[in-house]
Each structure stands twice: as C-alpha cells, then as structure tokens.
C-alpha cells in the first residue's frame, strides 16, 4: 500500500506573500506557506471593527410623537 494524496481540483490558495499555491494548516489555528516565510495566526483577530448603527432608544421616539402630535393639533385647529 502506497501513500498518495488525493488530488484537489480546487487547489491551494495562493500565498499572499509569493502569490503562489502553497499555503497549508499547520494546526487549528495557524496557516504557512511552504514556498516562503509567511506564516499567520488565526487565533489573534486583526479584522477592523465596524462601526455600529446608532439604535434610537424610547425616549427619543417619544418625544418626537409628542411634537408630532401637538404640531397636528395645531395645524388642524
């Protein structure tokens, strides 16, 4: 019995340092390139954080129905 590794129709993905196909886990949490020196580790986050949408709370809502209600009121009398 011989050890072969299956091929992949898809390949490796390309090194971001070399640009050629020959990135590969390490382990869980790490990924290197095979061709050069870039290594990367997956367990430290280094995506930017977005910003989030400000929730208008109760409070704003209702003092905006109370204005709107009372500029109706004004309007139709």
């Not at 590969?24 to 995506?47: G, M, N, P, Q, W």
């Amino acid at each position: 019995m011989t050890n072969q590794i299956p091929s992949l129709s898809y390949g490796m993905p390309n090194c971001p340092s070399c640009e050629r196909q020959g990135l590969v886990l390490t382990d869980k949490e790490h990924v290197a390139c095979i061709y050069c020196d870039y290594k990367r580790d997956f367990s430290v986050s280094v995506s930017p954080k977005k910003p989030q949408k400000k929730v208008p709370d109760a409070g704003e809502f209702i003092f905006f129905l109370i204005v709107g209600l009372v500029l109706f009121l004004l309007l139709n009398s």
